[in-house]
């Protein structure tokens, strides 16, 4: 009879320990859920930390990060494919009419060749003054910059004659992109002639 209480005794120690064991594992179950709850509603990376806290998980998060860095490079480099092939078109704007100009500098009169063009007949002078029309519509629809640009490189007797031509719309926007001293020297040229007419 002794040995049947002592058995009856062990018995529910014996069934406490596990039952303690899983209340033990639920009750730090619930503490660790509550603390990543709390740390993340705080703003705290708690995934990167055991990440680079447990070497076995550091490995999946280092193909991961290799996966999103390749990603990104994909995207960079269409990107810069994107902007490079921009570069390519402006240049290809920039050297038509860079070509343009060329052919405008040809076909102008120079002071020697303007006493002959006066002598020449009309339809001559209707000609080059539809090429110089031409050549006006062209600096105005390009952007001020770019022709600023070729508008600096330019004698100045030609430059005068293209910038009095052009709308005031876009001669304010390319005297804009000048250099200050080219853009005030021609301003004052502009002021000059237009007072002699």
């Known amino acids: 009879m002794k040995k049947q209480k002592a058995e009856t005794e062990k018995e529910p120690k014996r ?39 447990l ?9 991961e ?20 092939k921009k570069i390519k078109e402006k240049d290809l704007e920039i050297e038509n009419l860079q070509v ?11 002071e020697e060749n303007s006493k002959e063009t006066e002598a020449s007949t009309g339809e001559e002078g209707d000609s080059q003054t539809a090429e110089m029309k031409n050549l006006v519509r062209s600096y105005e629809s390009m952007s001020p910059k770019n022709a600023a640009l070729i508008i600096s490189e330019l004698k100045e007797d030609q430059a005068l004659d293209l910038l009095g031509q052009l709308k005031t719309e876009a ?19 502009l002021a000059e002639e237009a007072n002699v007419q």
């Open 65 to 84: 990060a290799s996966s999103q860095s390749t990603n990104s490079s994909n995207t960079q480099s269409q990107e810069m494919e994107a902007l490079q």
């Open 55 to 63: 070497p076995f998980l550091n490995e999946e998060s280092d193909q």
């Open 171 to 189: 001669l304010a926007n390319i005297l804009a992109k000048m250099e200050p001293d080219m853009a005030a020297k021609y301003t004052e040229l």
């Open 100 to 110: 343009k100009l060329e052919r405008a500098k040809a076909e102008m009169p120079t």
């Open 15 to 53: 069934k406490k320990g596990p039952l303690l064991f899983i209340v033990f594992l639920l009750f730090l179950l619930i503490i660790g859920g509550a603390g990543y709850l709390l740390l993340s509603a705080s703003g705290v990376d708690v995934k990167g930390k055991v990440f680079s806290a």
